[in-house]
């Protein structure tokens, strides 16, 4: 029956539609990378003993209980209260489980018996019962509340011990995160009892499928929170996003907002978080082994040796969240490291003058120092670069002052560098370093190792390369390119115009090499400067090798970086990158962006189907098929601009205050409408601005429908408010003082207005139509009978669509425009009803002096 209600045309259409979605879901469903996370293990049997809650707190959450991780002796040494320990609570999400505690906690006893238990970290989890708080929201309130219980409940542990905690740290996964974040919305709640916040996969800035009031009154009550206090609250929080695996909370919702006030947050997608590198997805979160070792390496750099607990100090623990989570410089954190390094003892100085050197190192007997001189290169070169294969964590790289060749104490480096999965790596550009004289590289005495050591002076603009994306519209069939031809260490692909959610590319490295025996590692990095949402690809080369390259964050528009590919590559080898779009990822960007709309439009064109079914019923007698009614109905452009206009027109909460004549953006419109005029069609320039004078109306309108459902007017107050409003004038703007019953009698004279308007509209028409007709042919109607109205109507009809008639009331001219109506009224009849085009002419005079009334 559906296909036999549904024309040919119609039905290849909906194919094409259907064929689309599919690919859309299938880039969002299976279009990422293979889960590269090692699974955590426990090497004993976990234990979750339960904490005994107050009498009164487990009556008034049945459903919930507290529990402590533990494992074998350590399990067996805690039943017995108090603890000794730094509290940690683990707050699972959507349906989690309070035993997703255990990867983490686990990894931090492993981490605790390695160091004695000189310290050691206590994992906490709440049973929420499993609740699935995003579909429903009604609980989340109470979650929140119970969490605040529980914290109270947990310091109470450690009373009376020398080293007793007055905080704990807090890891929420999904939305465990906003329900910790939440808890800084409770009236009685001290910030202080929170030290540290790290979410994973939380979504922050709103619900992935808003199904309830409740959810949506709850994001807005924690975001507006976090917003208007931002200068008060000093919680550092940490929030991890899974990626493109993590296909049930996109990692755009996860990123806290950038406010300028609170510094203290941080966002970041797992794939750019140093020794992880891999996404995950919405469950492996919270037992990826490379991202659990990372959060417990910091758990451990931020433990204060005086109090034994996690520091106080903010800027110790965003220096640890920082080393650990977005640039990790291969070397162990320290809170103030020492810049200058003793080089000294029995050691080798070699000099080398070359621009361009390698050093492969294996079974060193001796120390040795390589070093750099600086000032010829400086002529030359505007940058050096350096790197290393041996991934240990001691310093390997120096800069000595006014020295000839060698020195006995240099400027650490290390600090600089940046670890990636097979080297590590420093870049430098020369003039940031006037002092320095050398440069050297340090070489350990080593028994059974091998690593290769490279440096290179280089000239930016030879190592910096711009590639374009193709357009959005050229499906692929379409592709650019670079070849690297030269022998360098490292490049700097630049992606111009790549900076949109929408957009989505693959990228295309094939590697050439010649004379190469054993295997080479390049490394391909794709950095995103406005936000650490950074991804690795490691490629074994000679190779070809495709990334795929979108966004989860749009470029900001005040924000002028380019998106890079970084290229750690080999000397010995030719490169050759390609990049072209990628239509199955732009769609799956389509849905998942905006997936979450679907229902609301799959209703819309039921219901204008099952409009069109009661109205031909109504019509014919007779019911109409659905799929005939959803093919006729069912069509975007009816419901779309009316959405657009609605979600415009919820924007105002209270009437203008100040009221302008002529708005800042009110010239160049009139311009632009003029210039509409000259260069297509008067008649269109006429229909443009009716719909911005019909927009202006609307506007108010919903404003005073606004003001009345939102304030209780006060008859006394009303009066004594327009008594004390001032009217100032001047020969271009008016400030004036808008009241309720102004708002409704200017709605009355713009009634009558649009009426007028109408009838100019109407009679413009035929010439409108006829350009449209034609407008393969021209693009200018020529001769135009509508342009020399609609040169004055214009400027007329901007002025008045901001007019408002306390603006007008004590204007000179009022009574004499009053007056002009009736003679006009009987002149149009007179002139007008053998010649319409006349009528325009009689209705424009008295609206242009009620624009000059304000005015005189």
């Known amino acids: 029956m559906f296909l036999q209600s549904v024309s040919l045309w119609n039905l290849a259409f909906y194919a094409l539609m259907v064929f689309m979605a599919t690919l859309g879901l299938w880039d969002v469903f299976f279009g990422f990378e293979e889960n590269k996370c090692s699974m955590s293990y426990m090497f004993e049997y976990p234990e979750y003993q339960k904490i005994e809650l107050p009498k009164k707190l487990a009556k008034r959450y049945p459903a919930y209980e507290l529990y402590l991780y533990g494992e074998g002796s350590y399990a067996e040494e805690h039943k017995i209260l108090p603890l000794t320990g730094i509290p940690v609570l683990f707050l699972p999400g959507n349906a989690g489980s309070y035993k997703q505690v255990r990867s983490i906690g686990s ?29 429903y929201g009604g609980s989340l309130q109470k979650q929140t509340k119970f969490v605040h219980e529980c914290i109270k409940t947990i310091l109470k542990l450690y009373k009376g011990q020398e080293f007793a905690p007055k905080s704990v740290a807090i890891i929420g996964h999904s939305m465990g995160g906003l329900v910790a974040r939440a808890l800084l919305t409770l009236k009685n709640f001290k910030q202080d009892l929170i030290n540290l916040l790290i979410t994973q996969a939380t979504p922050h800035v709103a619900p992935v499928m808003p199904l309830d009031r409740f959810i949506t009154d709850f994001y807005m009550t924690v975001n507006n929170y976090w917003i208007l206090n931002a200068r008060h609250i000093n919680l550092t929080t940490l929030s991890v996003a899974g990626g493109f695996r993590d296909y049930q909370v996109r990692s755009g919702l996860t990123f ?76 162990h954190f320290e809170e103030n490291p020492a810049i200058i390094s003793d080089l000294t003892g029995t050691s080798m100085w070699v000099p080398v003058k070359v621009s361009k050197w390698t050093y492969v190192a294996y079974n060193e007997s001796d120390k040795i120092y390589f070093t750099f001189p600086l000032a010829n290169h400086r002529k030359i070169y505007t940058h050096v670069y350096c790197q290393s294969t041996m991934l240990d964590t001691n310093s390997w790289i120096f800069g000595c002052i006014n020295s000839t060749s060698m020195c006995r104490q240099g400027i650490d480096l290390s600090w600089k560098a940046e670890l990636l999965p097979t080297i590590k790596s420093l870049t430098l550009r020369l003039q940031d370093y006037p002092s320095l004289s050398h440069l050297v590289v340090y070489v350990p005495s080593i028994h059974g190792s091998k690593f290769v050591v490279d440096c290179e002076f280089f000239k930016k603009e030879t190592r910096s390369i711009q590639l374009p994306v193709t357009h959005l519209f050229s499906f692929g069939l379409s592709s650019r390119k670079v070849i690297l031809n030269t022998s360098g260490l490292f490049y700097n692909i630049e992606l111009l115009n790549f900076g949109q959610i929408y957009q989505a590319f693959k990228i295309n490295v094939v590697s050439k090499c010649s004379g190469v025996k054993e295997e080479i590692t390049s490394i391909y990095k794709l950095h995103i400067p406005w936000s650490y949402e950074d991804s690795l690809t490691i490629a074994q080369v000679p190779s070809s090798t495709e990334i795929s390259l979108k966004l989860h964050i749009a470029q900001p528009e005040n924000d002028s970086h380019v998106a890079l590919l970084k290229m750690y590559t080999s000397s010995d080898c030719q490169y050759e990158v390609t990049v072209k779009t990628s239509f199955s990822q732009i769609l799956g960007q389509v849905v998942r962006f905006h997936g979450g709309a679907l229902p609301a439009y799959v209703t819309s064109s039921i219901l204008l189907a099952y409009g069109g079914q009661l109205y031909s019923l109504f019509s014919t007698g007779h019911c109409l098929e659905y799929a005939t009614m959803l093919d006729k109905e069912a069509k975007p452009y009816k419901v779309d601009p009316l959405v657009i206009m609605i979600k415009f027109l919820l924007g105002p909460s209270e009437l203008p205050k100040d009221i302008k004549m002529i708005s800042a953006d009110l010239p160049f419109l009139t311009i632009v409408l003029i210039i509409v005029s000259w260069t297509t069609c008067g008649a269109f320039a006429i229909l443009l601005t009716y719909l911005y004078y019909v927009f202006k109306i609307v506007h108010l309108q919903a404003s005073l429908t606004t003001y009345k459902n939102s304030q209780t007017v006060n008859p006394k107050h009303s009066r004594r408010s327009e008594k004390k409003s001032n009217h100032h004038k001047d020969s271009t703007v008016h400030y004036l003082r808008l009241s309720a019953n102004d708002a409704e009698d200017s709605l009355r004279m713009h009634s009558t207005v649009i009426n007028l308007l109408t009838w100019i509209v109407l009679l413009s028409m035929p010439s409108l139509i006829y350009w449209l007709k034609n407008l393969r042919y021209y693009f200018k109607l020529n001769p135009d009978p509508c342009k020399p109205l609609a040169f004055i109507l214009i400027p007329t009809m901007a002025i008045l669509g901001n007019t408002h008639t306390v603006s007008i009331k004590s204007s000179k001219l009022l009574k004499a425009t009053s007056q002009f109506p009736l003679p006009l009224a009987v002149g149009v009849i007179a002139f007008g009803s053998a010649h319409l085009y006349r009528v325009p002419c009689f209705i424009f005079i008295p609206l242009l002096l009620h624009a000059l009334c304000n005015f005189m």
């Open 107 to 135: 990894i931090a006893l492993r981490k605790a018996e390695d160091i004695d238990f000189k310290y050691h970290f206590d994992f906490f989890s709440v049973n929420f019962n499993e609740e699935l708080v995003a579909l």
């Open 256 to 331: 806290l907002p950038k406010l300028s006030h609170h510094t203290s947050a941080l966002s970041v997608v797992s794939s750019a978080v140093p020794k992880t590198w891999v996404s995950t997805d919405h469950l492996s979160i919270v037992w990826c082994k490379q991202l659990q070792l990372t959060t417990v390496r910091a758990f451990f750099d931020l433990i204060d040796a005086d109090t034994k607990q996690i520091t106080q100090n903010p800027k110790k623990k965003l220096s640890v969240l920082n080393h650990h989570f977005i640039r990790h410089p291969a070397k």
